[in-house]
């Protein structure tokens, strides 16, 4: 079955750097385009941003434009967040997310804390 596990999560100083992972299973990696979302303490779900199945076109929401950046490695099966200039209000849980047909299959989260 479709699986994702995402890891890399940790705490981090304000300014700071983390790199996340989510490792991909049960289907075809390569074409289908993948996501980051997160979850702050007591809020909704956030977007983060977004590639393509090729990893051709990368999307970002404004509150993390420039600051992170969103790869893949179709042949590991792996989509990275390599998230700079780390802010308090980037802490949350971030999930990697694809949709397959009607189908959005979720990762069990990591959890992002930034804090002095």
């Known amino acids: 079955q479709v699986q994702l596990v995402e890891s890399g999560g940790g705490l981090a100083q304000p300014g700071g750097s983390l790199r996340l992972s989510c490792a991909a299973s049960?289907?075809?990696?390569?074409?289908?385009?993948m996501n980051w979302a997160r979850q702050a303490p007591g809020k909704g779900l956030e977007w983060v941003s977004g590639i393509r199945s090729d990893g051709t076109n990368t999307y970002y929401a404004d509150s993390v434009k420039g600051r992170f950046t969103i790869s893949r490695d179709n042949t590991k099966k792996t989509v990275y967040l390599q998230m700079n200039s780390l802010k308090p209000e980037d802490t949350a849980v971030y999930y990697c997310n694809t949709t397959i047909g009607s189908v959005v299959t979720w990762g069990q989260g990591t959890q992002v804390t930034v804090s002095s």
């Open positions: 049960g289907f075809t990696f390569s074409s289908y385009a």
